[in-house]
């Protein structure tokens, strides 16, 4: 009895002193401070009416009287929900082409025995090595040779498949045990069944961080659709607000306003996906 009560005791190395939680949880606030007093400013400074001076020596950080109104303003300005629009298409191809292709490029090279699979795979690891900004110039020139210039589809091709993410699946399917796969082999399973059956139900944590991924960087994506749009019936969320910042820029209530309109969707798909992201990680787990 007495063995089995220091069993469940912590010993020295795992105790956890209270000066070292205090410095845990002051670290954890610091953290949480500077990546949320950002969002929140801009928050409030989009509900602020014009009545309030946001150039004050010590400016309130509650608006004084809360108003919805920068926010119609925007949408009376400029065309925020078709830009909405243009950029969940783009999002959505994205999403799609990674979810899909980077879950086949994945289980192919963790699972799959070809010629070619090795060098294949230097390939993948060698394109993380170069900056966007190396590619930009031969990416825009094969889109526009391909006819896609100014348009949505162009826009979101370059991104459709992320190396990283099929190096995230490839990881995921390869702690997968190889018993299964030899297992599901003698049976008579073939590559697809394999794959739907033994594959996927394994890795779907992983696959929603590559889609949640996927999204946030289609969604946020600045350059490369300012280099590939030039109508501006056709423009993202995130090239059409620069009209706010060029004709509003004495007052970035409009701008924050803006930038609000443009962070909600991330917060909802997020938000969403969270759920299936930690029960994915949790059924994801081989069990004997």
């Known amino acids: 009895m007495a063995a089995h009560a220091r069993a469940g005791r912590p010993n020295g190395f795992n105790r956890i002193g209270a000066g070292e939680k205090v410095l845990r949880y002051t670290l954890l606030a610091l953290v949480l401070a500077l990546t949320v007093s950002p969002f929140l400013w801009q928050l409030s400074t989009s509900l602020k009416s014009l009545h309030e001076d946001i150039y004050a ?84 020139v094969t889109v526009r040779g391909l006819g896609l210039a100014d348009t949505l589809l162009g826009v979101a091709l370059p991104g459709a498949i992320g190396m990283l993410n099929v190096l995230l699946m490839r990881t995921a399917f390869q702690a997968i045990p190889p018993e299964m796969d030899e297992a599901a082999v003698i049976d008579g399973a073939t590559a697809w069944q394999r794959l739907r059956h033994i594959g996927l139900p394994n890795v779907r944590g992983m696959l929603s961080v590559v889609t949640i991924f996927a999204f946030i960087g289609a969604w946020d994506d600045f350059l490369w659709p300012l280099i590939v749009l030039t109508d501006p019936k056709n423009y993202t969320l995130t090239v059409g607000l620069q009209y706010l910042n060029g004709t509003f820029t004495a007052n970035p209530r409009l701008i924050a306003a803006g930038t609000m309109i443009s962070f909600v969707p991330i917060v909802i798909v997020f938000a969403a996906l969270q759920r299936f992201f930690f029960r994915g990680v949790e059924e994801g787990a081989i069990k004997g």
């Open 57 to 140: 020596r010590t400016p309130s950080f509650l608006p004084e009287q809360p108003t919805f109104a920068n926010y119609l303003q925007v949408a009376d300005t400029i065309p925020v929900w078709s830009y909405a629009a243009n950029s969940l298409v783009v999002a959505v191809i994205v999403v799609a082409g990674n979810a899909v292709g980077a879950t086949l490029a994945g289980y192919a090279l963790a699972k799959l025995r070809f010629r070619g699979a090795k060098l294949l795979l230097g390939l993948f690891l060698s394109t993380l090595v170069l900056p966007g900004e190396v590619t930009i110039v031969s990416q825009y």
